[in-house]
């Protein structure tokens, strides 16, 4: 097997810093994303960002199907070129964030679809995100991220990486943080430490919920300005009717002080506050 090295050479590829191209040269670190995935051999995996198909092949020797999104052109040929051996391969040359995942669930089979990658740092959390709201095509997914990323997903109320992400992920998935990976793994090298983690969507959210937008609402309002209390981030938000006097009487309700910080509540606080609106 050819090594990304001289693929890149052979191909006269110039990584494309604006699309986060740094690609995985340690064979593997990419053998363990996909051993951290146990790929069944009826489901179907969806890859982000491709590359040079290196993984892409990994799966594509698991998995029943492989759908590998790639936006960069010149990299969707050189996947369909090398890849044509393998029968169960989709290349699909599109930005992730405008491709519904529900389509690779669709048309394949009734199976949830497990999602890998090494993912462009410069646009992860859209992608994260991206991710949780497909949650109901997704069983699981094993992505690569910079290592801060990565601690923001798991992190616990009072710490400082506790945030937005913190909470809704944990609210609807199990993380687990399996290795981190330095720079030399990759080519280019990124700037930054990376660490690949697993993401198991749960058929139930943590804590029930009443509306989900409402409460994915509710916590980016108090997060918006990490300084400021709970009531001064949710006062300046229009929560049809509930002004500064209705939201003080409903914490109180709660029994949640409203000089607390975003950062102090529990995922079950933010689930609490979220029901005991009543918004039409
Ligand atoms: N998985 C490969 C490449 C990782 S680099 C490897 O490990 O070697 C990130 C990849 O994501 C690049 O191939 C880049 O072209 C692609 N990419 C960047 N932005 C994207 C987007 N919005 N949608 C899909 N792919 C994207």
Request: net charge positive.
């Amino acid at each position: 097997m050819k090594s990304v090295r001289q693929i890149i050479r052979e191909n006269s590829i110039k990584p494309i810093k604006r699309l986060g191209q740094c690609f995985l040269v340690d064979f593997s670190v990419m053998k363990k994303i996909i051993e951290i995935a146990d790929i069944k051999r009826n489901e179907t995996v969806l890859e982000i960002g491709s590359g040079l198909g290196l993984m892409t092949e990994l799966a594509a020797e698991k998995a029943a199907y492989v759908y590998a999104v790639e936006i960069d052109k010149k990299l969707t040929s050189l996947l369909n070129e090398n890849l044509s051996n393998y029968g169960n391969v989709v290349v699909v040359q599109e930005n992730i964030l405008n491709y519904k995942l529900s389509l690779a669930a669709h048309e394949s089979s009734k199976e949830k679809i497990k999602v890998i990658g090494n993912i462009p740092y410069n646009i992860s959390s859209p992608i994260l995100f991206h991710i949780l709201e497909s949650k109901e095509n997704v069983s699981a997914a094993v992505i690569m991220m910079q290592k801060e990323v990565a601690d923001r997903l798991c992190a616990v109320p009072g710490t400082k990486a506790y945030g937005i992400p913190s909470v809704l992920f944990g609210l609807y998935t199990s993380i687990s943080r399996e290795i981190t990976v330095s720079p030399s793994s990759f080519y280019p090298e990124p700037e930054v430490m990376s660490a690949v983690v697993k993401i198991l969507i749960n058929n139930k959210p943590l804590f029930p919920v009443k509306d989900e937008t409402l409460f994915s609402r509710i916590v980016r309002t108090s997060f918006a300005q990490r300084r400021k209390t709970l009531l001064n981030n949710l006062k300046c938000a229009d929560w049809h009717g509930y002004d500064l006097k209705k939201i003080q009487n409903l914490l109180g309700d709660l029994g949640i002080s409203e000089k607390r910080r975003a950062e102090e509540l529990s995922i079950q606080d933010f689930a609490k506050i979220s029901n005991a609106f009543k918004i039409q």
